[in-house]
């Protein structure tokens, strides 16, 4: 039995932190009953709710790693409530990327305009053909035009080669 307890442990614990636990269910003391048998455990129960709909709200709210709904509550059941926060979850996820997406490309087009005006300002040149200097050296060493654009900038001046390629364009 004891190595059950241990097992139980690891289980609750993870990357040195507590699972944390959402509840719900409609009967308060049975609400009470697993929550206070998840923290003897070792889990962390950050929300309880007493019906499906806060239930939702709380787990999109939390983002708790583990959610423990009754099937028959008020308002809206367990299963209805797990489909409905699975759901709010996955757009949410994929809200979270689409602007992580959105900001790493802004923070390359910033660095690459920077970059650019470095190049027309040291070089005269045109800002299309700074733009093509940047992106042929991207090609030609492999590297992305935000790489290539950090290099110009913490050099400031162009990367090797760009007084050679100022005369070519």
Same mark, same amino acid.
């Given at each position: 039995?004891?190595?059950?307890? =241990? ?10 932190? =507590? ?18 048998? +998840? ?26 790693? +583990? ?17 409905? =926060? *699975? ?34 300002? @040291?070089?005269?040149? /045109? ?16 590297? /992305?035009?935000?790489?290539?654009? &950090? ?5 400031? *001046?162009?990367?090797?080669? @760009?007084? &050679?390629? @100022?005369? /070519?364009?």
């Amino acid at each position: 039995m004891k190595h059950g307890y =241990a097992n139980a442990e690891r289980q609750a614990v993870t990357e040195g932190r =507590a699972r944390r636990v959402l509840i719900a269910e409609d009967e308060a003391l049975i609400r009470l009953d697993l929550s206070e048998m +998840l923290r003897e455990e070792g889990y962390e129960v950050v929300g309880e709710a007493g019906d499906g709909e806060s239930a939702v709200n709380l787990a999109v709210e939390l983002k708790p790693d +583990l959610c423990i709904f009754d099937i028959k509550m008020p308002i809206m059941d367990g299963i209805a409530a797990a489909e409905n =926060a *699975l759901s709010r979850f996955a757009e949410m996820q994929a809200l979270e990327a689409e602007v992580a997406s959105l900001s790493e490309r802004l923070e390359t087009r910033k660095l690459v305009e920077r970059a650019k005006g470095m190049l027309m300002t @040291a070089f005269g040149m /045109t800002e299309p053909d700074a733009f093509k200097w940047i992106q042929r050296a991207a090609m030609d060493n492999r590297m /992305t035009m935000k790489q290539v654009a &950090e290099k110009i900038i913490s050099e400031n *001046l162009p990367a090797g080669g @760009a007084a &050679e390629a @100022a005369t /070519t364009t």
